[in-house]
């Protein structure tokens, strides 16, 4: 297969992706501000939770969403789709720079 073909292949394989997450999932638990609530109990504390909280980072901001229990199966397969979008960014510049070496843009004169 040549660079120009896989490079159209990349970029339909690209277009298919469908939505994307950054980041991972955990589980956390949190303590609220209300007095009185069993999760400020300082014998027992009973946090709430666990919520499944995505963490991220966009252009150096970090931020976190709380996903819904019935929302995690798909956050998953966005998160897996982000991650496959970072390998066919990578084969792509891979590809760009292969077809224009073979283009002659690496002769030195």
């Known amino acids: 297969m040549s660079e120009n ?8 394989e690209l277009a298919q992706l469908g939505l994307m ?13 209300k007095q009185g609530c069993k999760c400020r ?3 027992n504390p009973k946090k709430h939770g666990p919520y499944n909280q995505l ?10 969403l709380l996903i819904k ?8 397969e ?17 590809a760009h720079v292969s077809f224009i070496r073979a283009a002659g843009f690496n002769d030195k004169g």
């Open 55 to 64: 963490s991220y980072s966009i252009s150096g901001k970090h931020s976190t």
């Open 21 to 33: 997450l950054p980041g991972s999932i955990s589980k956390q638990w949190y303590t609220c501000g």
């Open 5 to 12: 073909e896989r490079i159209k292949e990349i970029c339909e």
């Open 41 to 43: 109990d300082s014998e």
């Open 78 to 94: 966005y998160i897996s789709n982000y991650r496959r979008f970072k390998e066919l960014n990578k084969e792509l510049l891979k």
């Open 69 to 76: 229990e019935e929302n995690l199966k798909k956050a998953k």
